[in-house]
């Protein structure tokens, strides 16, 4: 199957210093790809779109200046968490998937955010 | 838009049990999406499905598609300890959804 790579795998910052997550596809292009945020025990849940060359789609609830995405190539997303806060920390997971394979998502590992 | 919502919770079965989990949406879905996500991992794809009434194996699990394609189930037949994770059902119309998951253990 398609891989999906995410970088760091786990971060520990101090409250208001901002985090980048990187997710890239290795073997394949997305021109989509979507960020989810996972609290413990819970499911997933989107928070965003990632277009490649346009901005990102963001769901209702989610600050878009709090979580900026840049899609600026056909590999590789990234999600800045600004100004973080403990509440920010939980587990943040990119997906994406080849255009021949319809609606199958391939996950990236995840990366694992902690604000002190 | 979509959503899907599924049950159990949690299910906790001997190692040797069936176990099933439900996904369930009051409006038709286009597909239906299964995955496995290990404790401490991210969810990995299991199977997709789109047509009325499709029925599909993968050793051990069965997963069906409702007839109205508003629900689906996905069934372990004689769990093993390596069937521990939670199992989400997801639906995708250009976005993915995701339902709450049902995180599963097994006694050995």
């Known amino acids: 199957g398609a891989v999906v790579s995410q970088h760091p795998s786990w971060v520990i910052c101090k409250s208001g210093t901002s985090v980048k997550i990187e997710c890239r596809s290795l073997?394949?292009?997305?021109?989509?790809m979507f960020w989810y945020r996972q609290f413990p025990k819970q499911s997933l849940m989107l928070m965003a779109t990632?277009?490649?060359?346009?901005?990102?789609?963001?769901e209702q609830g989610v600050e878009k200046d709090k979580f900026l995405i840049n899609h600026a190539s056909l590999t590789l997303s990234t999600l800045t968490v600004t100004s973080a806060h403990p509440e920010d920390s939980s587990f943040y997971i990119c997906?994406?998937?080849?255009?021949?394979?319809?609606?199958?998502?391939?996950f990236g590992p995840g990366t694992r955010l902690t604000v002190l | 838009g979509q959503q899907v919502m599924q049950i159990p919770q949690y299910q906790h079965v001997q190692e040797g049990e069936d176990f099933t989990t439900y996904c369930n949406s009051s409006?038709?879905?286009?597909?239906i999406q299964w995955y496995k996500q290990r404790p401490g991992g991210h969810p990995v794809f299991l199977i997709q499905?789109?047509?009325?009434?499709e029925v599909k194996k993968q050793k051990r699990l069965t997963f069906q598609f409702g007839e109205a394609k508003k629900n689906s189930s996905l069934h372990i037949t004689a769990t093993q300890t390596t069937d521990v994770g939670t199992y989400f059902c997801?639906?995708?119309?250009?976005?993915?959804?995701f339902g709450d998951g049902t995180t599963l253990t097994v006694k050995p």
């Open positions: 990632s277009n490649e060359g346009s901005k990102a789609t963001y």
């Open positions: 409006t038709t879905l286009s597909n």
């Open positions: 073997d394949f292009q997305a021109t989509t």
């Open positions: 997801a639906t995708n119309a250009g976005k993915s959804t």
């Open positions: 499905l789109v047509k009325s009434g």
């Open positions: 997906s994406a998937g080849p255009s021949n394979l319809a609606n199958e998502q391939f």
